[in-house]
């Protein structure tokens, strides 16, 4: 038998509920607050949108769709689904089933006057999995996102992601071995903050009590920089024109300059 | 103008009662976006007003001589989900306040950030929150494919004149669609009018042979995409002799590039 004819996809009945709502709890840390807000009080909410992967009686996979009125142009408005909180419990992951969760759009979504569908996902998977199994396509918005960083806990989680990258990345792992740098940034748009690199990982200081080897500050938003494809270039650019200032020895920025990639997680 | 100006409008909270004014504004301020769910008063209440982690205190509406000019709506994590104001008004002073209401509402609940998602065309949203430091990063990528493709087609050309003595007879055959949406489509263009259907022509006078994701980029495209399709060979037309005619009357069904502007109230 093949791994992906172990489940069974199927609209959620009415038992299981309660173990597709822990899934999606466990996955996304939700609140059941939300996501009652989310499917029981939305007025367009439709049961059967909403469909779980069973696997020996249990709930271990689930997505849904919401449907609306979306706007597609300046004067047409048309019935679309957003696809959401596709989710696969942890113990049947890496096995094929977000593919056939997804692949399930083409079966869920008839007799619904469903014009389109549509979701928020990173490119990569879509590149990867949306694309090839359903033919959904990136489409490019009109749309920033403005930030403002009231305290430094948010760049806490950035680095903690950034150390799961080191974690997963041999070749960064390396690189972050041999360094031992103190970098403060001064960057628009963040509170002033510190962080040491190596030799075993990534962490957040408190300012001031440590000194830096360098001092990053930055008259242009980061997101500027690392949205160009020619990063290396616009890094030069400004550099030259000083809206990026960078005090402490070549050494050191060399170093930094190395790890510019991994910063841009911190930064983006 | 600087953003540090004296107070000109009126701010407070949300009262029971502003519902339609806020609803009015909020599709004229982006009448001339698409990708959002225009708002009603039954998706507004579920969508603002019930919301979890949104209370009352966190939605502000700004008054101009007994009118409604301005709103925001902001969770207590600092995620402004709605965000308008009307664009007769002295927009930089109004955007201002309306943020700086938002940011202290995030601060007292103790939100480590404040982001706003806005169209990238709205200079003084840009203008104002540069002023007041926010950082720029980029939106949620947005996937989409089309599923109703005769019925888009049908309401794109209900919009459209067609020039009179353009005689076409186009079969498109459709790859990679789910099984229940129409295979085939055929436009029939006589003397100015266009007809869509899903019946296969006898004989056309072009056959077009592309699959879904090719047609749901090139509905939201410009003619360039088109022919950007033809030459990657991911549309093909056929006899070769009808492709300029043929990508006329197809760019007929075009929507032109439509500004998607996507509120983080509709997927967040």
């Not at chain 2, 998706?43 to 101009?64: F, H, K, M, N, Q």
Request: proline fraction near 4%; aromatic fraction near 8%.
């Amino acid at each position: 038998m093949s791994e992906e004819s172990q489940y069974q996809i199927r609209v959620l009945p009415e038992k299981p509920r309660a173990e597709r709502i822990k899934l999606l709890v466990d996955t996304f840390k939700m609140s059941n607050e939300f996501l009652e807000w989310k499917y029981e009080l939305n007025p367009d909410f439709d049961r059967s949108l909403v469909v779980v992967a069973m696997n020996s009686g249990q709930v271990v996979g689930c997505a849904s769709w919401l449907p609306r009125t979306l706007k597609i142009s300046k004067s047409l408005s048309v019935r679309a689904a957003l696809g959401a909180d596709l989710a696969v419990h942890r113990d049947h992951r890496g096995r094929g089933l977000a593919k056939l969760l997804i692949a399930s759009e083409n079966t869920f979504l008839e007799e619904k006057n469903i014009v389109m569908s549509y979701g928020f996902a990173s490119s990569e998977l879509v590149e990867h999995v949306h694309g090839p199994l359903i033919g959904l396509v990136e489409m490019p918005t009109d749309t920033i996102v403005y930030k403002k960083y009231l305290n430094p806990s948010e760049i806490g989680e950035k680095v903690a992601k950034m150390n799961r990258i080191v974690e997963s990345d041999e070749k960064i792992k390396r690189k972050i071995a041999g360094l031992d740098l103190v970098v403060l940034f001064h960057l628009r748009g963040m509170p002033e903050f510190t962080i040491r690199i190596g030799p075993n990982a990534i962490s957040l200081l408190k300012n001031d009590l440590t000194q830096p080897d360098l001092k990053v500050e930055s008259a242009i938003t980061f997101f500027d920089l690392f949205k160009s494809k020619k990063r290396t270039l616009a890094l030069v650019r400004a550099l030259l024109t000083r809206k990026i200032r960078i005090k402490g020895s070549l050494r050191d920025t060399l170093k930094l300059y190395s790890l510019s990639k991994l910063l841009g997680t911190l930064l983006t | 103008m600087s953003v540090q100006e004296t107070r000109k409008y009126n701010l407070r909270t949300y009262r029971t009662g502003d519902e339609n004014d806020i609803i009015s504004l909020f599709n004229k301020a982006y009448e001339h976006y698409a990708g959002f769910v225009p708002r009603t008063l039954e998706y507004w209440t579920w969508c603002i007003l019930s919301r979890p982690d949104l209370s009352e205190e966190g939605i502000t509406v700004a008054i101009d001589k007994g009118r409604v000019v301005g709103y925001a709506a902001v969770e207590k994590s600092g995620k402004i989900l709605e965000f308008c104001y009307d664009p007769s008004c002295e927009g930089k002073a109004l955007v201002s306040e309306l943020l700086r209401r938002c940011i202290d509402h995030a601060e007292d609940h103790g939100a480590s950030s404040v982001s706003l998602s806005a169209p990238l065309q709205d200079r003084i949203v840009r203008d104002v929150c540069e002023e007041l430091g926010f950082t720029e990063e980029p939106p949620p990528s947005l996937f989409l494919r089309v599923l109703d493709i005769p019925y888009i087609f049908s309401k794109i050309a209900d919009q459209r004149k067609m020039k009179k003595g353009l005689e076409e007879a186009i079969l498109i055959d459709l790859r990679g669609y789910p099984p229940w949406c129409a295979q085939h489509i055929a436009i029939l263009v006589q003397n100015g009018d266009v007809t869509v259907s899903t019946e296969k022509l006898e004989r056309p006078t072009a056959n077009v042979e592309a699959d879904i994701s090719t047609i749901s980029r090139c509905i939201f495209g410009s003619r360039r995409t088109l022919y950007k399709a033809i030459l990657e060979r991911r549309l093909k037309i056929r006899p070769s002799r009808r492709i300029l005619r043929t990508v006329k009357v197809l760019s007929m069904f075009q929507l032109r590039n439509p500004s998607l502007y996507m509120p983080v109230a509709d997927f967040g």
